[in-house]
Every structure is written in structure tokens, then in C-alpha cells.
């Protein structure tokens, strides 16, 4: 059996009327980094919606292709596209398998979204996934307390700046994304 290529970190910031998401570039497969400038974070509906994915790679582009085909079958309507993609990946029997985890965000909502049914509005308008979420979300977390007068993005950037200074299977090749 062939190791999957994955591992990374996405996390999306809402902070003072714009929302940030980013990742670092790094794809592993196994014990070896297979690339590191791998391109997380997407910008849907006409620049008005983003998406960003943690898991397999050709799982993710699969869930992101659908979310966006509910975003459109939704008028754009993000909580409800989500439900139902979640609603779809849980009971659909292809895509119960997939193995990824998405974080989308607008300017009015910032969610994350997993294949058991998930659908979850974070606290604190921070939301962090991938192997070094749980770096990059504390880092975050203390930022949005500690140093409000940083923009979403700034914050974004250094969240993963700091995940990737403590998590093996991060990068600092970022790529950010604001509304």
C-alpha cells in the first residue's frame, strides 16, 4: 500500500470586519516531504468565499469541487452550503471515505467542516486544522487577545509561522487569502 500524501496546517482568522485563511506549502508522504509549495487555500465565488483543506490531497479537491457546486446550487449562502456537503459526505457512500477536513470562511461566517457531519461556528472566530492546527490555533488565540491591533492577516501569517517553528509537517512556505 502506497503512503497518502498529507499533513499540513490551515487556519482562519475573523478580525475586525475581514477574515484571513491561510496554510503552509508542505505535502508529506510517508516520513518525506514530497512537496513544499502546495496550494491550500482557495478563493471561490467571485473572490467573496474561501476554502482551505488539511488530509489527502485528492480528497480535498474532490470536497472543494462539491462544496463549490453547493455554494452555487445555494445562491452563495456559505452555512448552508456547508450543512449540506457535510449532510452529502456523511451518508454518501464515495464520499464517506474521503480523508480531509475543510475550513471556509466569509466575511460574515467562519466554519469548519469534517466528514462525520460536522458543521462547527468556532469560538473566537479562529478556526485551525491539519497536524499543526492545534499549534497555530493557540498561537491565534493568544494573538486576537494579546495583540488585537494586528490584522487578520497579520495574525494568520504568524499563527503559522509559530506551527511551523514547533510541528514537523509544516512549512513556512504560506500562502494567505483575505476578505
Same mark, same amino acid.
Given at each position: 500500500?502506497? /503512503?497518502? !500524501? ?10 475586525? $470586519? ?8 508542505? =505535502?508529506?508522504? $510517508? ?12 478563493? %471561490?465565488?467571485? $473572490? ?14 474532490? +470536497?472543494?469541487?462539491?462544496? @463549490?457546486?453547493?455554494?452555487? =446550487? ?6 448552508? #452550503?456547508? !450543512? ?17 477536513? +475543510? ?16 458543521? !462547527?461556528? /468556532?469560538?473566537?472566530?479562529?478556526? =485551525? !486544522?491539519? &497536524? ?5 490555533? &493557540?498561537?491565534?488565540? #493568544? ?8 490584522? &487578520? @492577516?497579520?495574525?494568520?501569517? @504568524?499563527? %503559522? ?15 494567505? @487569502?483575505?476578505?
Amino acid at each position: 500500500m502506497q /503512503p497518502t !500524501i498529507h499533513a499540513t496546517t490551515v487556519v482562519g482568522i475573523r478580525h475586525n $470586519g475581514h477574515v484571513s485563511l491561510g496554510a503552509d506549502g508542505q =505535502a508529506t508522504m $510517508g516520513n518525506t516531504i514530497a512537496k513544499s509549495n502546495v496550494r491550500k487555500v482557495r478563493v %471561490l465565488m467571485g $473572490g467573496k468565499v474561501l476554502a482551505g483543506f488539511a488530509g489527502s490531497t485528492a480528497d480535498a479537491f474532490t +470536497l472543494i469541487e462539491r462544496f @463549490e457546486e453547493k455554494l452555487n =446550487a445555494y445562491g452563495g449562502n456559505l452555512k448552508r #452550503a456547508a !450543512i449540506e456537503l457535510a449532510k452529502d459526505w456523511r451518508t454518501d457512500r464515495y464520499l464517506r471515505k474521503l480523508e480531509a477536513m +475543510l475550513i471556509v470562511a466569509s466575511k460574515d461566517d467562519l466554519l469548519l467542516v469534517s466528514g462525520t457531519g460536522d458543521v !462547527i461556528e /468556532p469560538d473566537a472566530d479562529v478556526a =485551525a !486544522i491539519g &497536524s499543526g492546527g492545534m499549534y497555530a490555533q &493557540s498561537a491565534a488565540l #493568544a494573538l486576537k487577545k494579546h495583540a488585537a491591533g494586528l490584522s &487578520s @492577516e497579520e495574525m494568520v501569517r @504568524e499563527s %503559522l509561522h509559530i506551527a511551523a517553528d514547533v510541528c514537523i509537517y509544516t512549512n513556512h512556505n504560506l500562502v494567505v @487569502e483575505t476578505l
